[in-house]
C-alpha cells in the first residue's frame, strides 16, 4: 500500500508541476501582451494631448493648461494628468493625483532630456499605474512635458483571474484523475488482489478438491492471469499434500507414539468426537482487542494457559468461552457477544463474558490470586481469604456457567474444558444443569498437600466444585496424589487407587496427568541459514555487545524465582570477575496482575534489585542485566532464545512452566542450555537440562559458569534430547490424550 500511494503522489506530484509551469509561463506572456498594450495606447493617447497643448505651449496660462486637463482625467482607466516645464515644475495636475508620485519627476525629467517618451509602472495609493511622459516642444526646443497616469491594476487582476482558473483547473483534473486512478486501481488492482488473497486463504483451509476454486476464471485482471495460474498449480499440489497428510494420519490415529501434529489431531478429532462440539472455558482469554486513536488491534497475552489450548482449539475449532478484559473487545463481537480468532485466519469462537469491576476485584484480583494462587504455590507469600470475595468467586463461577449452559443447550453430549484454578465451582454446576455434557477441569498450577489446602475456609466447596468434572487433570503425579490425599481427607468419597477414581455424591471422576505441552515446529527460524549474523542483530538492537548471553522469560510474579535469579547472577559474577563486561543477562518481565498490591511491590522489588545489581558492577557502558518489563511478541522471544547461550528457569513452584520448553524448541541450531528448577512440572521430563534449587544462589551460579563453558558437542548432545522429548510430547498428542479420556467416559 505505501509503494502504491508513492507512484498515485508522484503521478500527481506531476501533472501539478506540469500545471503550474503552464500556468507561469501564461501569466508571463499575458502580463507582456498586456503591458505592451498598455504602453501603446498611452503613447497615443498621449501624442493626441500634445497636439492640443503644444501649440503657443509658452504664451498659454496656467489656467489654459489647467482646463485642459481637467477636460481629460475622467476618461477610463486613466487615473489623470500632469504638466511640467522645462524646469520640472508642475504647472497643471489632475486633481485626483497627489502632490508628489514616486519617480513621476525622473520619468518627466528623462523624457525632456532624451527628447522621447518615457514611462514606467508605479504605484499610486496601493494600486498599480502607469506612469507616461511626452516632451512639450516650442520650435525646435524642449520646454516641458506631459504625463499620463494610466490605471494598470486590471493587468493583475488579469494574472491573478489566470491563476485561480488554471488551479481551480487543475484541482478538477486531480480530483478526476483520482477518481479515475482510484477505479482504475479497485478494478485492476485491489478485485483482483482480493480475490486471489482469498483464493490464498482457502488454501489453508480448503477441504474441497482442486477444482472447486474458480479463481482462475474471476481473477479480475489479465495482468494477473500468470499469479492466478500459478496459485491454482499451488493448490493442487497443496491440497495433494494435504490429502496424503490426512491419509496418514488416519494410519496413525491410534499410535500416540508417533509424531502429533495439528493435522493428525483435526483427523483425529473428526474420528473421535463425531461431530460432538468443545467447548473450553477459562478465565483469560486467546486474544485481546486493544484501541489506540481510531485503530483496533489483538495481541496475545503473557499465559502458559493460553499458549497450551490455542493451537488445540485452532486444530479442533469449537467455542471459547472467556473474560473480556480489551479495552475493544465489546466492539468486536457480534450480538451473542462472539468474535471469530485468530484475527485474520478464524478457526473457532471465541464467546466473551462481561464482569463488572466489583467481580473482577472480588473474584480474580481478590480470592483467585490473593487465596488460591499463593496458596497453591508454596511462594512464602501468605494467602488471604476473604468472605467478599469468596462471595464474587461464586458469582462469577455461576454468571460463566450460565454463559456455558447457554452455548450448550442446543448441542447432544457437548464435551467442556474448563480450565485452571479460577473455575473450581464450575463443573459441579454444569454436570448438575446438563448430566449428559462430559465435563472435565484441567488444573494448570500445583496441587499442595492436603495439610496445606486445609487453611482454605471453602475447602470442602470448591473440593466438591470441582469433583463435578468427569476428568480431572493435573501436570504431574505429585499433584494428583496431594488431591486425591486431600478429598480423602476433607471429604467423604471412595477412592480407587488402582483406576484413579473418586466417587463423591453418586458421581465418579477420574483424575489423571496430563503433562501439558506446547506446539513444536521445526522451522522457527525458516531460511534463517546465518544464525550469527541474526544474533549479532537482535543484540545489536539492544544494545548489547557481550560475547556470553542469559535470557529469561517470565511473567512479574513472585512465583517465577526472578528475585532468587538475580541473586545467583550476583554470585556469579562475584566468584567469576573473568565474566564481566563480556557477559549480559536480558530479563523479559511481563507486567501481571498489577491490580494486586504483592504484585506491585513485588515489580519495585525487582526494578531496585536489578539497578542494585547493575551499580555494583557497571563498568563503562557495560552493565550486566537487561531489564526489560513489557509483553514481548512470539517473535522477538524465539529470537532471544535463539541469541542466548542459556535460559534460565528458577520457579519456586511451578505447575509445568512451559517458557522452558518454548527456549528447547526454539533451539533449531541444537546448542544453548536450558537451566531449570527442579521445582517446575518440566523438571520431570526435560531431564537434560541442568537441574537447580533456585533458593540456592550457589547452586544457580555455578549452573550457569557450566552452561558458559559447556562444550559445542555436549550441548548439541543435551539439546537434541531435550528437543526430541518436546517433540515427542507436543500440545497436539497432549489434546490427543485428553480428548480421548473424555470420550473414553461417555
Request: one cysteine or more; hydrophobic letters at 40%; charged letters at 25%.
Amino acid at each position: 500500500m505505501k509503494q502504491l500511494l508513492i507512484v498515485i503522489f508522484t503521478i500527481f506530484l506531476t501533472v501539478a508541476l506540469i500545471a503550474i509551469a503552464f500556468t507561469i509561463s501564461q501569466v508571463s506572456s499575458e502580463s507582456q501582451r498586456l503591458e505592451t498594450d498598455l504602453e501603446r495606447r498611452s503613447v497615443l493617447l498621449a501624442e493626441s494631448l500634445r497636439e492640443t497643448i503644444e501649440p503657443n505651449f509658452i504664451n498659454n496660462s496656467m489656467e489654459y493648461f489647467q482646463g485642459v486637463v481637467d477636460k481629460f482625467e475622467n476618461r477610463e482607466r486613466l487615473a489623470g494628468l500632469r504638466i511640467y516645464d522645462n524646469k520640472e515644475n508642475p504647472i497643471a495636475a489632475s486633481s485626483t493625483l497627489p502632490i508628489d508620485i514616486a519617480d513621476s519627476k525622473k520619468i518627466a525629467a528623462d523624457a525632456m532630456d532624451e527628447d522621447k517618451a518615457n514611462g514606467d509602472f508605479a504605484s499610486l495609493d496601493g494600486q498599480k499605474v502607469y506612469l507616461l511622459a511626452i516632451p512639450i516642444h516650442d520650435q525646435e526646443s524642449v520646454v516641458g512635458s506631459l504625463m499620463l497616469v494610466q490605471k494598470a491594476d486590471y493587468i493583475d487582476s488579469r494574472l491573478s483571474e489566470i491563476w485561480k482558473n488554471n488551479l481551480t483547473r487543475l484541482f478538477l483534473q486531480i480530483l478526476l484523475l483520482s477518481v479515475a486512478v482510484l477505479l482504475g486501481i479497485k478494478w485492476l488492482l485491489f478485485q483482483p488482489i482480493r480475490k486471489l488473497t482469498e483464493s490464498l486463504k482457502l488454501l489453508k483451509v480448503q477441504t474441497e478438491g482442486p477444482d472447486s476454486d474458480h479463481s482462475q476464471s474471476d481473477g479480475g485482471s489479465i495482468f494477473f492471469q500468470p499469479l492466478v495460474n500459478e496459485i491454482s498449480n499451488i493448490k493442487k499440489s497443496l491440497f495433494e499434500a494435504r490429502m496424503a497428510a490426512s491419509e496418514e494420519a488416519k494410519i496413525n490415529l491410534e499410535r500416540l507414539d508417533s509424531p502429533w501434529t495439528g493435522e493428525r489431531l483435526k483427523e483425529f478429532v473428526k474420528d473421535i468426537l463425531k461431530n460432538r462440539k468443545i467447548v473450553v472455558v477459562s478465565n483469560r482469554e486467546p486474544y485481546i482487542h486493544s484501541k489506540s486513536g481510531n485503530k483496533i488491534s489483538s495481541s496475545i497475552p503473557a499465559s502458559g494457559m493460553v499458549t497450551a489450548i490455542e493451537p488445540m482449539m485452532e486444530a479442533c475449532g469449537g467455542t471459547w468461552i472467556a473474560h473480556g478484559s480489551g479495552n475493544a473487545d465489546k466492539l468486536v463481537v457480534d450480538t451473542d457477544n462472539k468474535v471469530r480468532v485468530p484475527p485474520g485466519e478464524p478457526k473457532y469462537n471465541l464467546k466473551r463474558v462481561w464482569l463488572t469491576d466489583g467481580e473482577e476485584k472480588g473474584y480474580y484480583y481478590g480470592f483467585s490470586n490473593e487465596g488460591l494462587w499463593p496458596l497453591c504455590h508454596i511462594a512464602h507469600t501468605r494467602p488471604i481469604f476473604r468472605k467478599e470475595d469468596w462471595e464474587e468467586y461464586k458469582k462469577v463461577n455461576l454468571k460463566f456457567a450460565q454463559a456455558v449452559l447457554s452455548e450448550i443447550k442446543n448441542l447432544k453430549r457437548p464435551i467442556i474444558l474448563v480450565q485452571d484454578f479460577h473455575f473450581a465451582l464450575l463443573p459441579r454446576i454444569i454436570k448438575n444443569a446438563r448430566p449428559d455434557a462430559t465435563v472435565s477441569l484441567f488444573w494448570h498450577i500445583p496441587w499442595v498437600s492436603a495439610e496445606s489446602f486445609s487453611i482454605c475456609p471453602w475447602k470442602k466447596d470448591i473440593l466438591n466444585g470441582i469433583l463435578g468434572s468427569d476428568l480431572i487433570g493435573f501436570h504431574t503425579q505429585l499433584h494428583l496424589n496431594n488431591f486425591i490425599e486431600t478429598v480423602e481427607r476433607e471429604l467423604e468419597s471412595l477412592i480407587d487407587f488402582e483406576q484413579f477414581t473418586i466417587t463423591h455424591t453418586d458421581h465418579t471422576s477420574y483424575v489423571k496427568t496430563f503433562p501439558i505441552s506446547i506446539a513444536f515446529y521445526n522451522n522457527l527460524n525458516p531460511g534463517g541459514n546465518n544464525q550469527k549474523s541474526d544474533r549479532e542483530k537482535t543484540l545489536k538492537d539492544l544494545g548489547i555487545q557481550t560475547r556470553y548471553i542469559g535470557v529469561g522469560v517470565d511473567r512479574l510474579d513472585y512465583t517465577k524465582g526472578i528475585l532468587e535469579r538475580l541473586k545467583g547472577i550476583e554470585i556469579f559474577l562475584q566468584r567469576n570477575p573473568a565474566y564481566r563486561r563480556h557477559f549480559t543477562f536480558i530479563q523479559i518481565a511481563a507486567p501481571s496482575r498489577t491490580k494486586v498490591e504483592k504484585y506491585r511491590d513485588f515489580a519495585r522489588e525487582v526494578e531496585n534489585e536489578v539497578e542494585r545489581i547493575n551499580s555494583k558492577f557497571k563498568e563503562k557502558n557495560w552493565k550486566p542485566v537487561i531489564y526489560i518489563e513489557k509483553l514481548q511478541g512470539h517473535d522477538e522471544i524465539n529470537k532471544l532464545f535463539r541469541a542466548a547461550n542459556f535460559c534460565l528457569v528458577t520457579s519456586l513452584h511451578d505447575g509445568m512452566n512451559l517458557v522452558a520448553k518454548e527456549f528447547v524448541a526454539a533451539r533449531d541450531d541444537d546448542q544453548g542450555v536450558l537451566i531449570l528448577s527442579q521445582f517446575t512440572g518440566a523438571s520431570r521430563e526435560l531431564k537434560d537440562a541442568i537441574l537447580i534449587n533456585p533458593y540456592n544462589g550457589e547452586q544457580t551460579a555455578e549452573a550457569i559458569h557450566a552452561a558458559l563453558r559447556m562444550s559445542v558437542s555436549q550441548q548439541k548432545k543435551r539439546m537434541r534430547k531435550l528437543r526430541q522429548t518436546v517433540r515427542n510430547h507436543n500440545v497436539y498428542r497432549w489434546s490427543a490424550e485428553f480428548l480421548k479420556a473424555m470420550v473414553n467416559l461417555g
